[in-house]
């Protein structure tokens, strides 16, 4: 089982203005919410923890995770609003985001919300803002202290200053987690948020040498560079398509990659120590055609398992042994 942690939220668009207000259009959003829905359409089995509002869009979000298969046997229901994002456009045509999150459900939750959690998970995903806003933040550093040495620590900074504006709030949220990560993944959009000036390789470097097991950073347009102790910084070349929008894109290389490695029986990290530079690359390759798929769509509309394994040209999955 992987669990993923983090926030389940809305982005609110403006569609049209008339005499009387606005027309608003709400889509399912937040990026463990997408990790967690890429996951279960890849075949791999999931656990969501959060915090889901009992209001109308909280409501919304359970049910949609429910009917992805997703496991929410430990979700918290707090006495809080779902969190909302307004999306609207400078006069650039420059997205603009105002977010509407202060005391939201998926900040409520506490050290007591921890318990139902198991202890013997495959793998824990942290990451995005939940990292860095409390009391959440403080909530999920335990989960991580707990699971450490346990499951496989997997990490995505997914830096959104728009939530949390302090750099070095960030930062400090990624030296935390170093030297307790096994699986890191950031993009060079957020490698360069938090330092404009450091490359990549050099990041991967250091990200080793504090412990990180597997150190991938994702580049966009210029494809993906990862690297561990053993296998030296490997570069691969995105996967062509038509782009739509990139939303999504990153959450959904991410659950290709851990959905590889679930089937692949390497959500450890002693795994992930001895990958070869053969089998990360085809992980990576994986990763790459999931995102480009979802590239390749509006919105995070992320891909199931066979639409990913024709784009990469394999075999379809076989069909589950009927049940007695």
């Known amino acids: 089982m992987i669990v993923v942690c983090g926030e389940a939220l809305f982005d609110v668009f403006a569609q049209d203005e008339n005499a009387t207000g606005l027309e608003l259009s709400a889509r399912m959003g937040g990026s463990p919410f997408n990790l967690a829905l890429g996951l279960a359409r890849l075949g791999a089995p999931v656990q969501f923890f959060g915090g889901l509002s009992r209001d109308l869009f909280g409501q919304r979000l359970h049910a949609a995770l429910a009917a992805e298969g997703v496991d929410l046997s430990a979700v918290a229901r707090p006495d809080a609003p779902c969190a909302?994002?307004?999306?609207?456009?400078?006069?650039?045509?420059?997205?603009?985001?105002?977010?509407?999150?202060?005391?939201?459900?998926?900040?409520?939750?506490?050290?007591?919300?921890?318990?139902?959690?198991?202890?013997?998970?495959a793998a824990l995903h942290v990451g995005s803002y939940c990292m860095v806003v409390e009391p959440v933040a403080a909530s999920l550093r335990a989960l991580?202290?707990?699971?450490?040495?346990?499951?496989?620590?997997?990490?995505?900074?997914?830096?959104?200053?728009?939530?949390?504006?302090?750099?070095?709030?960030?930062?400090?949220?990624?030296?935390w987690m170093l030297d307790k990560t096994d699986v890191l993944k950031v993009s060079e959009e957020d490698l360069h948020a938090l330092y404009p000036s450091l490359a990549a390789a050099v990041f991967i470097e250091l990200a080793l040498a504090a412990g990180v097991a597997l150190v991938v950073v994702t580049r966009g347009e210029h494809g993906v560079l990862a690297a561990t102790r053993k296998v030296p910084a490997l570069a691969l070349p995105a996967i062509p398509v038509d782009v739509v929008d990139t939303v999504g894109a990153g959450d959904t290389f991410q659950a290709g990659l851990l959905a590889f490695l679930a089937s692949a029986g390497m959500l450890t990290r002693a795994a992930v120590q001895d990958v070869d530079a053969a089998v990360l690359a085809d992980a990576l390759r994986f990763a790459a055609h999931a995102a480009a798929i979802t590239c390749s769509r509006r919105g995070a509309d992320l891909p199931n398992l066979d639409q990913v394994r024709a784009a990469a040209g394999l075999p379809s999955a076989p069909a589950a042994a009927p049940q007695p």
């Open 84 to 121: 909302l994002v307004l999306v609207s456009v400078d006069a650039r045509g420059v997205p603009v985001y105002t977010f509407y999150g202060d005391r939201t459900a998926e900040r409520m939750i506490g050290a007591a919300d921890l318990a139902p959690l198991a202890h013997d998970v």
């Open 144 to 175: 991580v202290e707990r699971q450490r040495g346990r499951s496989l620590i997997v990490y995505d900074p997914n830096v959104r200053l728009t939530i949390e504006p302090s750099v070095q709030v960030w930062r400090e949220a990624l030296q």
